[in-house]
């Protein structure tokens, strides 16, 4: 049953470790309490739709190995997942239309390791130049690799001149980019296709030689620069 301020009040085991708000759209998982380490996010809760992923929810989750997001859900909040350290795995975030900020920020899942002596020894998960980008679903949730920032020496001629040249095209049929989540990044080029429908907030904040950003048909909504 519900309380008179909108929070679920949860009677099964099976989603005893959730807490929760309700609104008119659905529900929103506020806070994990539970100790899992496979954890399968419930699509419904007391009937209702479980829409949304609250800022923080799972925040510094040590237990953390996998989630399982269903297609009900389509935010996931600022540092929702944040610095869940050993988080492997996630599934499922079919439906996704916007990830805040640094929302799988720290964990192994990031990196596409299965342990931090891993990422530690292999210098390329680090310092290789490049970017991988990092899908849930077809939803940009993060990235891997190393760019620097706009001020690094050796992106310039001993005159001061920029040289750096880096062009970041976006596959077809991603459907978003978490927030900010380009933001500071010496890239000098992006290609995004029309499957994106919404350029989030301060996607390419700050990229300070960012010359051509190419936007296909098909793009609805742009972000807050």
Do not use: M
């Not at 925040?59 to 600022?78: F, H, K, M, Q």
């Amino acid at each position: 049953y519900s309380d008179n301020q909108g929070y679920i009040l949860l009677n099964w085991d099976s989603v005893s470790e959730f807490e929760c708000s309700v609104s008119d759209g659905g529900v929103t998982i506020t806070e994990y309490t539970g100790s899992g380490s496979e954890v399968v996010i419930p699509a419904t809760i007391e009937g209702k739709p479980v829409v949304s992923i609250g800022a923080e929810a799972f925040y510094e989750c040590a237990s953390l190995r996998s989630v399982t997001i269903p297609s009900s859900v389509t935010n996931i909040g600022d540092y929702a997942f944040g610095e869940c350290r050993e988080l492997r795995e996630v599934k499922g975030g079919e439906n996704l239309a916007r990830v805040g900020y640094d929302a799988f920020y720290g964990t192994l899942f990031l990196y596409g390791a299965d342990s931090w002596d891993e990422v530690y020894e292999n210098e390329d998960y680090e310092n290789e130049y490049g970017l991988d980008l990092v899908y849930v679903g077809n939803f940009i949730v993060g990235k891997r690799g190393w760019l620097g920032e706009c001020g690094n020496e050796e992106y310039y001629d001993e005159d001061g001149n920029w040289i750096w040249e880096y062009d970041l095209e976006i596959r077809e049929g991603t459907t978003g980019i978490a927030d900010g989540l380009f933001e500071e990044l010496p890239i000098t080029s992006v290609t995004v296709p029309g499957s994106v429908k919404r350029i989030p907030e301060y996607a390419f904040a700050a990229c300070c030689h960012l010359k051509n950003l190419i936007l296909d048909e098909g793009i609805e909504e742009i972000g807050a620069c």
